[in-house]
T-cell receptor
Framework: KNEVEQSPQNLTAQEGEFITINCSYS?????LHWLQQHPGGGIVSLFM???GKKKHGRLIATINIQEKHSSLHITASHPRDSAVYIC??????????FGTGTRLQVFP | DTGVSQNPRHKITKRGQNVTFRCDPI?????LYWYRQTLGQGPEFLTY????????KSRLLSDRFSAERPKGSFSTLEIQRTEQGDSAMYLC??????????FGSGTRLTVV
């Protein structure tokens, strides 16, 4: 069993739809990252959070430490949001453990 | 500072050849990480440096792999006698004293 699991693995949506990507982890963590990876490989950090909720534009990230679960929401999705979204957690050894990613495609 | 820079972006090599990748981190970041990502998977940890010291190596890093960060600035990752299974995206990331990472664009290696 992976230490960081994401669902769904693949997601398609129509432009304007509300998107939710889930992440569950089994290790103790100090923080959790949501990352975006476009074709070509570059990874961009969207959020780092250790409690509660963060919002940036149309993106919202929440985390429940007790349940070891985080969600990434995209409101009013747009084709430019199409990318792979990766959840990654800090364990207690100073490095990130990554989920396998959720491939999102938003169609006009 | 333009972020974390990785070179080359793409590398195609014949099986058995040696390859070397370079990562230039954000200048004030003392931690530098190498990850490997295969198709459809999340990145997997390879090794990391704090300044010039290599503090941890994954079991994924076989004897054919070596990484250096000689002056605590840029880092190189060398793969000797490449195999087809080495084909992957090699990602570098750096961070300072906080928990925020900055990733490079990666080097995509194809071994033919």
């Amino acid at each position: 069993k992976n230490e960081v699991e994401q669902s769904p693995q693949n997601l398609t949506a129509q432009e304007g739809e509300f998107i939710t990507i889930n992440c569950s982890y089994s290790v103790g963590i100090s923080a959790l990252h949501w990352l975006q990876q476009h074709p070509g490989g570059g990874i961009v950090s969207l959020f780092m959070l250790s409690s509660g909720k963060k919002k940036h534009g149309r993106l919202i990230a929440t985390i429940n430490i007790q349940e070891k679960h985080s969600s990434l929401h995209i409101t009013a999705s747009h084709p430019r949001d199409s990318a792979v979204y990766i959840c990654a957690v800090y364990d207690n050894t100073d490095k990130l453990i990554f989920g396998t990613g959720t491939r999102l495609q938003v169609f006009p | 500072d333009t972020g974390v820079s990785q070179n080359p972006r793409h590398k195609i090599t014949k099986r058995g050849q040696n390859v070397t990748f370079r990562c230039d981190p954000i200048s004030e970041h003392n931690r530098l990480y190498w990850y490997r990502q295969t198709l459809g998977q999340g990145p997997e940890f390879l090794t990391y440096f704090q300044n010039e010291a290599q503090l941890e190596k994954s079991r994924l890093l076989s004897d054919r792999f070596s990484a250096e960060r000689p002056k605590g600035s840029f880092s190189t990752l060398e793969i000797q006698r490449t195999e087809q299974g080495d084909s992957a995206m090699y990602l570098c990331a750096s961070r300072g004293t906080g928990l925020g990472y900055t990733f490079g664009s990666g080097t995509r290696l194809t071994v033919v």
